[in-house]
């Protein structure tokens, strides 16, 4: 009886391990891919339309795969700006832009284990980053 309640528990720990392990390698694929995109947006970024243009396109370039390279990102969004605060994907003072956001907000990773024992049927794992064209001078 023992042995079936520890087998029991031991599976449900290892459950929860490979779950969360999942997670976490999902969220770390995510913030490398928007990390990698808000720093090629921002290399784009010269004060005109078409270094907007040029911005996009560089986020699309970029290898758009997720949890495990089996899933492509939905939604990502590319958000420009004159500061941190405030940002719009169409900005109207192209020259102000200085800053770009990349978000991924709508990757839902399937949960295995965890929805056995009543937990949710998935996690959503969005990840976000800024890049500005010269932090430091910026930053002054």
Known sequence: MAM???M???LA????????????IARNE????????????????????????????AVQRLPNRWNLGTEPFQGVQVE???DSEHLDAKPRDTAAVHFVRVTAPDNHLEILFLRAVGGPDSFTVPAQAMAAT?????AE
Do not use: E, H
């Open 13 to 24: 720990v290892i459950g929860l391990a490979f779950d969360l392990g999942r997670v976490y």
């Open 8 to 10: 029991f528990l031991l």
């Open 30 to 57: 995510a913030q490398v891919f928007v990390d990698a995109a808000s720093l090629a947006a921002a290399q784009q970024l010269d004060g005109t339309a078409s270094g907007l243009d040029r911005a996009r396109a």
């Open 80 to 82: 420009f700006g004159p």
């Open 134 to 138: 010269n932090p430091v001078r910026l």
């Open 4 to 6: 079936s309640v520890c």
